[in-house]
C-alpha cells in the first residue's frame, strides 16, 4: 500500500515540478541561444566597417607626420624668436 501512495505522490507532485523546471530552463536556453545569433548577426556586420582599417591606420601616420614636421618648423620659429 505504501508503494502505491508514493508512486501517486511522485506522479503528483514531483513530475509536475520536474517538468516545471525544465520548462524554465529550456525556455533560458532559448533565450540565450536568440541572444547569440543576434552578437553574430552583429559581429559579421561590424566586419564589413572593418575592411578599410588598413587604408585609415595609414593616412593617419601620414597626417601624424605632417603635423610633428609643422610642429618642429613651429617650434624652430618660435625659438628663433624668443631667443
Request: hydrophobic share 55%; no cysteine; charged share 20%.
Amino acid at each position: 500500500m505504501l508503494w502505491w501512495i508514493g508512486n501517486l505522490i511522485l506522479l503528483v507532485v514531483v513530475v509536475p515540478v520536474a517538468l516545471a523546471l525544465l520548462n524554465r530552463v529550456l525556455a533560458a536556453i532559448e533565450r540565450i541561444r536568440k541572444a547569440s545569433d543576434d552578437i553574430l548577426a552583429g559581429g559579421v556586420g561590424i566586419i564589413g566597417e572593418l575592411d578599410t582599417t588598413q587604408d585609415l591606420l595609414a593616412t593617419t601616420d601620414e597626417t601624424i607626420t605632417e603635423v610633428a614636421d609643422g610642429a618642429v618648423r613651429y617650434a624652430g620659429s618660435v625659438g628663433k624668436l624668443l631667443g
